[in-house]
């Protein structure tokens, strides 16, 4: 119960006061590092208690649940807590140890986290929205963050659509309570069943409108794009390893937890619209040159699978939903981070990245691909065996054509005295004539300037994650109990 | 070719990143064999119990051949690389930090190799397949300035990759049916429920995409043109490449998963059929080649689809002369990749039509390479000759007809492995230019490192040595062939001279000979095969789809649409057919119910009537005035209907924010620059005619649009309010609690206690964003 308070207050306060202070400042960046730190660490003390099957129930004000708000941690809810807070985290150090850029930056950084880590731990309908806005607003000022013209766009289309997909949630939320008299997860499960079909599955699609326009699956994801491109790298970070993160839970915590009924009923149109979003999102990736565009429309697609399991459903479905999930959040924040860096290792750290997105061991990704074709295969779908295979195909090419655009191209050495005749010889009959649009570029010798190294520190950063990213690959088993532990709750228990 | 101005002697062969993998190469030769020779060892370990995942190696005959093949054919060729590579880096003018980008990949490439050897569970031999398709990646572009290194590297990846994909999905299957990766499991499973009347088409699916996976790996037809592209690595890369490593990957898992591939004949049958192919075409391409590299890339293809055929013949004969065959290979197949490289340091060229001669000034080089291709053309006194004895033997007793054709493919091998040595140390001598070319007969070769000799030299000597004592070989193919089949295998190899072997060997030795003889009599047809191939071939559909999915990918990205109404639009529009969706979905009958309406309520409804035609008059019109004031109608209108609703505090503070929110539209509009609107400034500026039409097409986009996603709104909220109240509600325990919290109306108590959570919560968001306007208003500001 300690823990589960001091995950939300303490933030939440630090935070507030940090509005105050000169963010600019380095002692404040830390600051606001320690505060997110000690959420995590509050969080993992939680995730002890809680997993593998158990909750941590604190209701406000001391009344009986349904009364008071009831906060309650379970594993899912534990689950999104700490990989929202993780990556946080990991922006958070790393545009400290860059240089912030203005003075609000570090607590709006930690009041997004707080708003995290409370939509994720709570067990009731209207307190999910409220700190869901207090995480949405702080995202759009966060996206402005920046000062140009680039910035400020991104957040004005992020802030107005992602209005209309606030909208849609409270009329749901609202029609929720007029149809179950109730906020509370809990009762809202048990009263829903009694719930006339048309009316629940009315507002089962405004939930999921409302979720998919969060998360950016296809046809609702024409914000996500300019957002993700036109903010910076860190807040990119956080928006797609983070913040996304909510509509991935709030398709999973109000789809199968509280309407498992009419997700059943739209399982069908959710594989299809997932479906969608693979291929889509994939096909986009392909040809973009700006890695942080590649990896917007690649989100879209990595959404598309989560939407796909969700639609399978069963406690394979879910636990994949889950673990793709995860992997999508940390590679994604990896990749934004690293790919806006340069200098020694940082090619490496986004190639972990790219392993991991186009799911080839040993990076984690691989994980994903595998609890994927398992859900297919137990399906018996060949359409959806192929449809997996080739997202998985267009993500091999869309990360690799990229990673070579960024990071090899550039490196031109000048061809020395030796074997130039017989390179351009070879070369020639190697390419066969055909210029590929993207790995091209001007043959022959020219020289281009090594763009300047960034700071060490911040790219340790990368490196970290990409260790992290690669252990998991090696030893998959935290993360698959982890993921199977938080599924395990929507499907009642029983793995 | 440039004058050579620095002396290559001078190259730092004392590298000591180099020597130590090197080393470790050496030493885990050393270590392989001792484990062969005590019978090997097992570990089994859970790796990820959730999804039943092993780790599971064990040194059996398969482990020692290609454990044996890795480290060994490593060794040699890490030991040539130490001085290949900082000439290779010195040619191109590159910093020798860049070897950091060579070593630690093939260090690692070689312990995956070996643990590929001995994997033994499905998803282990996937995760090891792509480490080394990873590997193979990052050292095809160890030239990465070069496009070309670029572009190869991408398709090995990508071919190899999807191939390994292919495998993935079969081990899936295969475990959603028998509920383990396990090899030796899966292997007694099938052949339990073979025996019992055959397996299940899911089954044979499953192997045929793990053979599938091995075959693209092992650059069989149709999916063998990554690999002659590869050949824009370093040698020492290809010649690992294709001798120990990646190729044999792909021949390795077949030798692995052999026992599921045996009970399912269909599979089996596909694989002679490939394998028959791929010598046929890898052989007869190899033939039109001119660079060195792509000579022997194509007779890799060609030498795998023998390895491949012998799988697809099967039983007792085939799967031993199949491992037979690896090792022979390998050892040859090294040895010509090394003197390729030798070659092109020494003279600088890298085609056969610029060299020719060099016998004389390389005198040992020649005669290593000069066995080496003994041995791929399977000349007596050469370990080679029990390769094909291996092979004819498999071949005929398979049908007389691969009797014929197995002849015809030793005598295709024959032809392009001696036009590969003829062609660089005989005829003529000349570097770097024609036959008839003066100055090429006279430039010198430069100087060459003993090292890019020794190793070649070293090989050489082994591929005799397993010519006269064959013995040690054979086990090794005997042991690879028993854990291959799952039963013991004895393997007595020596030369017979009445043996009808040799006699077919013999014929394919002519008919080489004939071929070499006779170039202008197959020439044009081969070249002709090689161009349709260029044209129409399956490297051509390769390009064509990489370039349409990437042509394809900018044509959507072009009509994405970009403006923010549209973005808005794409959220509302696919929303409201949802919600159509969802309402046709399910029984509607009598659920959605109107009351009756009486009183004030009619008031209420030529209120709402008022308010929804002032929304239709936001959506119409484009001033800003206008649009300000409507919206204040659509405010103060709904205020007042919750006013007579009989909620007098809602309205008030309804009143309140309306009034607000219009005052200061009211002051940004006088802010605004005058008579300025998004519609005319696109005309005013640059817009052009179809962007014209799309505005115009837009003003009634838009309220349709906004119609459809009221429409959906209003289902939903009809749907909800049609619901008779439920019986307990929670707002029912918050009045009747609320003196108990103290409070004397309940609106203030849920503020306050009940949800205080809430209102603190929502209190920060208000907090934050006001320290978002100041941030936004504080940028125009010059301070």
Redesign the interface.
């Known amino acids: 119960m300690t823990a589960l308070v001091l995950a939300l207050v303490l933030p939440?306060a630090v935070g507030?006061l940090l509005?105050l202070a000169d963010g600019r400042r380095r002692r404040w960046g830390w600051t606001a590092v320690a505060a997110v730190a000690a959420n995590l660490a509050a969080l993992v003390v939680l995730a002890v208690k809680v997993l593998p099957d158990g909750h941590e129930t604190v209701v406000?004000?001391g009344?009986e649940g349904?009364?008071?708000?009831v906060?309650r941690a379970d594993a899912l809810g534990v689950t999104f807590a700490l990989l929202s807070s993780f990556v946080v985290l990991a922006a958070l150090v790393h545009e400290v140890l860059d240089g912030v850029r203005?003075?609000?930056f570090p607590?709006?950084v930690v009041?997004l986290c707080?708003?995290l880590t409370?939509l994720f731990l709570t067990g009731d309908v209207?307190?999910f929205y409220?700190?869901f806005?207090?995480a949405m607003?702080?995202a759009?000022?966060l996206t402005?963050y920046g000062?140009d013209r680039h910035q400020?766009g991104a957040a004005?289309?992020f802030a107005?659509?992602n209005l209309?997909?606030s909208f849609?949630f409270l009329?749901?939320v609202?029609?929720?309570y007029?149809?179950?008299?109730?906020?509370?997860m809990e009762q809202v499960a048990e009263?829903m069943a009694g719930?006339?079909?048309?009316?629940a599955?009315?507002?089962?699609?405004?939930f999921?409108?409302a979720f998919g326009?969060k998360l950016g699956l296809f046809?609702?994801?024409?914000?996500l794009?300019?957002v993700y491109a036109g903010t910076r790298p860190a807040v990119a970070a956080i928006l797609s390893g983070a913040l996304a993160n909510i509509g991935a839970y709030g398709l999973l915590r109000f789809g199968a937890g509280l309407l498992p009924e009419e997700l059943e009923?739209?399982s069908t149109?959710l594989i299809v619209i997932g479906s969608a979003s693979v291929i889509?999102g994939a096909?986009?990736?392909?040809?973009?040159r700006d890695p942080a565009e590649m990896l917007a429309y690649s989100s879209i697609g990595q959404a598309g699978y989560v939407l796909v399991a969700l639609g399978l459903g069963g406690p394979v479905g879910l636990a994949a939903a889950v673990l793709y999930a995860i992997l999508n959040a940390l590679s994604k924040a990896l990749l934004f981070l690293s790919g806006a860096l340069r200098g020694a290792l940082v090619a490496g750290a986004f190639a972990v990245g790219a392993?991991s997105l186009?799911?080839?061991?040993?990076a984690a990704g691989?994980?994903g691909?595998?609890?994927l074709?398992?859900t297919g295969?137990?399906e018996g779908s060949v359409a959806l065996?192929v449809l997996l295979?080739c997202g998985?195909?267009?993500a091999?090419?869309y990360a690799?054509?990229l990673y070579?655009h960024e990071f090899?191209?550039g490196?031109?050495?000048?061809?020395?005295?030796?074997?130039?005749?017989?390179?351009a010889?070879?070369?020639k009959?190697?390419?066969?004539g055909?210029e590929?649009?993207?790995?091209?570029?001007a043959?022959g010798s020219d020289v281009a300037a090594e763009p300047a190294a960034s700071p060490v520190a911040v790219r340790a950063v990368s490196v970290v994650l990409a260790l992290i990213v690669l252990a998991l690959g090696l030893w998959?088993?935290p993360l698959?109990?982890l993921s199977?532990d938080a599924a395990a709750v929507l499907h009642g228990g029983a793995r | 070719m440039p004058q050579q101005t620095s002396p290559p002697a001078r190259v730092a062969t004392r590298d000591p990143l180099a020597w130590a993998v090197a080393l470790v190469a050496l030493g885990a030769f050393a270590g392989c064999i001792a484990l062969w020779r005590t019978g090997g060892g097992t570990i089994d370990v859970s790796w990820a119990r959730e999804l039943d995942l092993r780790l599971h190696f064990s040194f059996d005959g398969i482990g020692a051949l290609y454990g044996l093949l890795a480290t060994g054919i490593g060794a040699a060729v890490f030991a040539y690389a130490t001085a290949y590579v900082p000439l290779h880096l010195d040619h191109q003018a590159r910093p020798a930090r860049d070897r950091w980008r060579f070593w630690p990949w093939m260090a690692l490439f070689m312990l995956s190799m070996v643990g590929l050897a001995t994997a033994q569970d499905l998803i282990l031999l996937f995760v090891l397949f792509d480490v080394t398709a990873v590997c193979s990646y990052f050292l095809i572009a160890f030239d990465r300035q070069e496009r070309a290194s670029r572009l190869a590297a991408l398709m090995a990846l990508l071919v190899t990759g999807g191939g390994a994909v292919a495998m993935l999905i079969g081990a899936v299957i295969l475990y959603a049916d028998h509920g383990t990766f396990s090899i030796p499991e899966l292997a007694s499973l099938l052949r339990t429920q073979d025996e019992a009347g055959g397996i299940a088409t899911g089954t044979t699916v499953a192997i045929g995409l793990i053979a599938a996976a091995a075959l693209i790996k092992s650059a069989q037809v149709p999916l063998h043109f990554w690999l002659p592209r590869a050949m824009a690595a370093p040698t020492p890369v290809s010649a690992y490449l294709h001798s120990a490593a990646m190729v044999a990957a792909g021949v390795l898992v077949i030798g692995r998963v052999f026992q599921l591939v045996e009970v399912a004949p269909v599979v089996q049958d596909g694989m002679l059929a490939i394998g028959l192919l791929s010598i046929a075409v890898g052989g007869a391409l190899s033939l039109t080649r001119d660079g060195f590299k792509q000579v022997l890339a194509y007779s890799t293809i060609s030498q795998y689809g023998y390895v491949v055929m012998l799988y697809g013949i099967g039983g007792r004969d085939g799967a031993t002369a199949a491992a037979f065959y690896v090792v022979a290979h390998a050892i040859a197949k090294s040895a010509l990749f090394l003197t390729a490289g030798t070659v092109t340091m020494a003279a600088g060229c890298r085609r056969l039509s610029t060299v020719g001669g060099l016998a004389r000034e390389l005198p040992v080089l020649a005669v290593a390479s000069a066995l080496a291709a003994a041995t791929l053309s399977a000349l007596p006194l050469t370990i080679g000759f029990f390769k094909d004895e291996l092979f004819f033997r498999a071949a005929a007793e398979h049908s007389t007809l691969l009797g014929v054709v197995s002849v015809l493919a030793a005598g295709l091998t024959f032809a392009y492995t001696w036009r590969f040595w003829g062609g660089i140390f005989l005829g003529e001598r000349r570097v770097g230019g024609a036959a008839d070319d003066a100055a090429a007969a006279a430039k010198p070769l430069a100087p060459v490192p003993a090292l890019l000799t020794a190793p070649i030299a070293v090989l050489a000597v082994l591929a005799v040595l397993g010519g006269i004592v064959v013995g040690p070989f054979a086990e090794l193919a005997s042991d690879a062939a028993g854990a291959t089949l799952g039963h013991d295998v004895q393997l007595q190899l020596a030369y017979h001279l009445d043996a009808r072997e040799t006699w077919m060997a013999a014929l394919a030795w002519l008919l080489g000979g004939l071929l070499l003889a006779t170039p202008k009599a197959w020439g044009p047809a081969a070249r002709a095969l090689s161009r349709a191939g260029e044209r129409f071939g399956p490297s051509h559909v390769y390009e064509l789809s990489l370039s349409a999915v990437n042509r394809w990918s900018d044509r959507l990205h072009d009509v994405e649409v970009r403006d923010l109404r549209s973005r808005v639009a794409a959220v509302l529009l696919p929303g409201g057919i949802l919600v159509a969706l969802g309402f046709a979905a399910t029984p509607t009958a009598g659920v959605f119910q109107i009351g009756s309406i009486d009183g004030t309520d009619l008031l209420v409804v030529a209120l709402l009537a008022l308010v929804a035609i002032a929304a239709g008059v936001v959506a119409f019109t484009h001033q800003h005035i206008a649009i300000v004031l409507a919206l204040a109608v659509v405010g103060l209108g709904l205020a007042t209907v919750y006013a007579l609703l009989g909620a007098p505090d809602v309205a008030l503070v309804a009143m309140l924010v309306e009034t607000v929110v219009t005052l200061v539209f009211l002051a940004i509009v006088a802010y605004a620059p005058r008579g300025e609107r998004p519609s005319r400034r696109e005309l005013a500026g640059v817009a052009s005619e179809p962007q014209r039409r799309h505005t115009h097409s837009r003003r009634w986009r838009d309220p349709l649009i906004g119609v459809v996603a009221g429409a959906a709104a209003f289902l939903v909220i009809w749907g909800a309010l049609s619901r008779p109240t439920p019986a307990e509600r929670v707002v029912d325990e918050l009045v009747r609690l609320t003196p108990a919290a103290h409070g004397r109306d309940v609106v203030t108590v849920i503020l306050a206690d009940f949800r205080g959570l809430d209102t603190m919560v929502e209190v920060t968001v208000i907090g934050v964003a006001v320290f978002g306007v100041i941030a936004l208003l504080r940028r125009g500001r010059t301070w």
């Open positions: 939440w507030a509005l406000t004000g009344w349904g009364i008071g708000i906060v203005s003075r609000t607590a709006l009041l707080t708003g409370g209207f307190n409220v700190f806005e207090l607003i702080s759009y000022v402005a000062d400020l004005l289309i107005v659509v209309v997909g849609l009329i749901a609202a029609a929720m007029h149809v179950t008299g109730t906020l509370s009263r719930v006339e079909p048309n009316a599955i009315l507002i089962a699609v405004t999921f409108v326009t046809p609702f994801h024409f914000w794009p300019a009923l739209g149109v889509y096909l986009l990736a392909v040809s973009r392993l186009a799911g080839m061991p040993p691989f994980l691909k595998l609890a074709f398992h295969v137990e065996i295979f998985g195909a267009l091999f090419v690799f054509q070579q090899w191209r490196s031109r050495v000048k061809a020395g005295t030796g074997l130039e005749e017989a390179a010889a070879s070369a009959e190697l390419a066969a055909r590929l649009p993207i790995a091209g570029g043959a998959p088993e698959l109990s199977s």
